[in-house]
């Protein structure tokens, strides 16, 4: 047993890009940077939705129909179930409104402001083929497993979503 | 550094509405309670299937086919692989009663009265349209994103599932 | 609020078989193990791929049809979005490897030469009819939600994928 030195601080690890994975990431983010925790969100995967400009990717041909799929930024994620083409998406986004619940890139942009800091996963921007300017401007720095496992060792709260 | 004083105690977020995260996390949290760990569950989004009762939801056109959609209580649940239609959750529940396996109701009348701690995301029975008479007696509270970071950050094991 | 000792270790509870939750995890495990971190994975429900030989399973006529559905080892995942019947499967493996990432078969097998420990649950095994055989020689051991959550405990991160 050793002493773990903790900072209070939370570290998300967001390799989901469905539209509720991302709400409740955000959620928490700007929740705990409320209460004046550190906060490091980390993307990797399908997470990088969160990230991405609304333009279009790839360079070899898989590259290219790879963005085809992923195409689209932070406000075209569709919910984890009932995605009917779009249609789901549409009607989640509807029922937020009408309730007032901030949408996705509100969201992304109040964390932003509150000083929550973002990174994205190289490997998937190699393998993905996302150039740097295919993401918004301010993402911190594209790292690896390395520095994930790094944030999280120091964070008194770690999530996997 | 600071010294983040930490209870024994298990946070769980669960945000999934599948039968097997919900099992995965009905498990852990009878496994921690009966270890005399505190447990504290927070259920947002699809979770909140978990703690449904098997009526009818929704005011509005689209809260009311949001109802349907998402009908049922917890022993509706449908595996988040081979559902078909219905056919896999039957098939599951039918393999897990076969080999004495707790059912999903029974794990959480398990947790209920190993004095595990549920809370529902107040969030998601606005836009869901949930009424509160739709859910189980058990829940202690209707709570926000700020609640379940404050949970967490005083648990020595918090999970996103 | 109690002093709980925390060891420098990872944890992580792996419930999902999909190609980009696997690539994740393991991909952090050997992060961690780089870092000196000591390192459990605990495979649970369709997680359990990761510890599968290409071999086919079940006793019960449900055992069998699991089998046929759940059939292959790890090198079989699909990804979670896009998997067009395996199409998704070649394609992303096929990207990996152009940017020279290593596969899942050999992060598996770099994690368990780094001394990363994996434990299958029992339950799992039970109930969708695996036998011991069908597992590769390196799992450790068969164990259930108490084992997890003890050794979540003493973890400094604890992650749930």
Known sequence: ???IKKKNKLTLMV???????????????????????????????WGLRALKKNVRTGKSFMGKMMGIMEGGDIDKAVPSKYS?????????KKMMK???????????QMAIEMGVKM?????????????????????????GGGFAIQQAQESSIQLFI
Chains 1, 2, 3 share one sequence.
């Open 98 to 108: 009408s309730k007032n619940v901030a949408s996705l890139p509100e969201l992304r």
């Open 84 to 92: 009917f083409g779009g249609a789901g998406r549409w009607m989640f």
């Open 1 to 3: 047993m050793v002493d």
């Open 119 to 143: 990174y994205g996963c190289q490997m998937t921007m190699d393998v993905m083929e996302y150039p740097r300017e295919s993401l918004i401007d301010e993402v911190e720095d594209f790292v």
């Open 15 to 45: 390799i989901s890009g469905d539209l509720d994975k991302l709400f409740g990431a955000f959620i928490l983010a700007t929740s705990a940077a409320a209460s004046n925790m550190e906060v490091v969100m980390f993307f990797t995967f």
